[in-house]
Structures are given as C-alpha cells and as structure tokens.
C-alpha cells in the first residue's frame, strides 16, 4: 500500500531551525516532483517548496533564502531545511506527491510546527 510519512515537526523558539522529513514508499516516489505544503489556523493551504525528480527547487517568496528542499532519491526521501524560523512559520505542513507512474496524488499526515517562545 501506497504511504507518505512525515516526520520532524514540533516547538521552536524564533530564529531556530527544524528539519523535516517525508518518505515515500513504493513506485510513488519514482520520477515524482515533490512538495511541502503548509496551512495556518484559518488560512488556506499553501505551497512552500517544490522539487523536482531531477532536482530542481522552487520556493514561496516567504521562505526564500530560509528554507532548502532537498531529495535522496535513493532513500524516496524528501527535506525540508527550515532557518531563521519566525512566528508566521507556523503551521501544519504537508508533503506531497503526485506520482507520475500511479498517477494519483500522496500526501503525508501532516506534521505540526511552532514558531514561539
């Protein structure tokens, strides 16, 4: 069965840094472009950062210069790398997988993050 796990996440003071993590079983992963989302407390979800199977990295203009998206193909893993985190992080985020082979979307169970002294 098809599954996208998460893990990382919880409480951070303003400035720290988290890491996240998403693996991805089975054919999912393969030749997929992957995403973090994230959704505040009365907000829409929203994209924070896109990588694609060759590598290729987008980002929110919120996030930029803060967060890195990386991808160990060889583990089905992608990160999330967040610095100079600040209150506005946080958010329930989200990692996401459109698979091309199964052609059906993923997405992980959604993981907490708490930017606050």
């Known amino acids: 069965q098809a599954q996208v796990v998460q893990s990382g996440g919880g409480l951070v003071q303003p400035g720290g840094s988290m890491r996240l993590s998403c693996v991805a079983s089975g054919s999912i992963f393969r030749f997929a472009d992957m995403a973090w989302y994230r959704q505040a407390p009365g907000k829409q979800r929203e994209l924070v950062a896109h990588?694609?199977?060759?590598?290729?990295?987008t980002y929110a203009d919120s996030v930029k210069a803060r967060f890195t998206i990386s991808r160990d193909n060889a583990k089905s893993t992608v990160f999330l790398q967040m610095n100079s985190l600040k209150p506005e992080d946080t958010a329930v985020y989200y990692c996401?997988?459109?698979?091309?082979?199964?052609?059906?979307?993923?997405w992980g169970q959604g993981t907490q993050v708490t930017v606050s002294l």
């Open positions: 996401y997988v459109p698979s091309p082979l199964t052609r059906e979307d993923y």
């Open positions: 990588i694609t199977w060759s590598g290729s990295t």
